[in-house]
């Protein structure tokens, strides 16, 4: 945040708000969840890599769901690999250098065979937490119409390894998932195409071969919403609002299309935060486990003023996911701002930041509080901490360039002249660039005239 004012507003628009903290069962509060970060290198098998592609992200998408297990982005492994169409894939060995290099806790290592309408699976699985630790699982074959219990297994194998114990609703978001039954070998293959064409780079290549690939298997959604996630990267925010209106023809309770319409929605400059709820409504309606839709939801009523009826879908979201940092960075905001608690908000951000020692947003609103309360060199260290994590990150830049006129002018100058040489040819930061110059020149000024004369 940079001067107070208007902007304090627009970012609080962007920030997801939570409510309170549910107890689980029997009334004991909940221990603090540990995040997986899971590697599953490129599957190497008979059929190619676009089938092995397109079988990866079936299974990386359904793991994904549980909030918890953070799935390692396939872009990034396959430059680690420097991979070649003749990749003939990894041994024991390699994967765990390769999960070791990625900081990955989990490594799930999959050969497979598809011959004909039968898909066999061959899969070690490695445990990169303390000593590495490797077993291999029972060979696995299934018809293809039956293939998605191979991916069943898989999950269950998976999430056994989460500590504490997956939660129920972590559970059944994950096999809800993966007990869809696998699209067509040709829209697989169309879709694996796809993911390959867009970690290579070639991205309106992939855009059309998700199309493709949605066509080729009616009822297969993950395709479009895979286009929409592009779309966006390619910042074509009403083609990626068609891809996921697509997702959801193709299949109509695919909560993860709603709820990322609704957030095209709330991010929308024309603020079509209505829109927005619909979105996030129907989501939930569908998957009652979805916390991501409740915050999404409540963060659109905040903003339409409808702050007790978006505290109690805040409390809906945590009682299904109790370890979201952005949860706790939502209910800091709200405890300052709409509350007045400066201490319980202070509470809370550190809350978020215990779950999530990356978390730049909780030290920047961490920050802004301190400094709003005249605690300058607190709220300087908490920016130095972004700045130590990104430290070209403009928003901490100004900040602590701001913060360091109450307490060292000469500090304060050498900062104001480091965000100008970060931000001077960002457009993200046109409009505040002569905020910041005129920081600038009035240091400057001061400092001249409380200069000794000689």
Known sequence: MRDKGPLWSRVLLLVLWIGLLFPRAG???????????????????????????????????????????????????????????????????????LGQHHHAHVVLLVRYALEKDRLTYQVSLGDLRGKPAWRQLPVAERPWSETHQLHLRLAREVLHLLNPPPLG???????????????????????????????????????????????AAPGF???????????????????????????????????????????????????????????YRKAVEIDPDYAEAYVGLANALVTLGNVEEALWEYRRGLSVDPWNARAHLGLANTYYNDRGLFHEAVAEYERALDLDHTFLEAYLGLGDLLEEKGLFRKAIARYRQVLDLK?????????????????DVEEAIAHWGHYLDVALELPSEREWLDIARGHLEKLRRLKEENSPVE
């Open 169 to 215: 609703s972590e559970e059944r978001r994950v096999m809800t998932a993966c007990g869809h039954p696998f699209p067509s070998q040709e829209g697989l293959s169309l879709h694996g195409r796809a993911r390959l064409k867009e970690w290579g780079g070639k991205r309106e290549d992939a855009t059309d071969l998700y199309a493709r690939a949605g066509k």
């Open 391 to 407: 430290p070209a990150h403009t928003g901490a830049l100004f900040a602590i360039a701001r913060a360091y006129e109450k307490v």
């Open 27 to 97: 009334g004991q509060a909940q221990e603090a969840g540990q995040g997986m970060r899971l590697l599953i290198p490129p599957f190497w098998g008979s059929a190619g890599p676009a089938h092995g592609a397109g079988l990866r992200d079936l299974l990386g998408f359904c793991l994904s769901r549980a909030g918890r297990v953070h799935v390692i982005n396939g872009r990034e492994v396959r430059r680690s690999l420097e991979w070649n169409p003749g990749w003939r894939g990894l041994v024991i060995g390699e994967a765990t250098e």
């Open 221 to 279: 959604a993950l395709p479009f919403l895979r286009q929409g996630e592009l779309f966006e990267v390619l910042e074509s925010r009403w083609r990626a609002a068609g891809a996921y209106r697509r997702a959801i023809q193709a299949d109509a309770r695919f909560p993860e299309a709603y709820k990322r319409l609704g957030d095209l929605f709330a991010e929308n400059p024309r603020r079509l935060f209505d829109q927005a709820v619909e979105a």
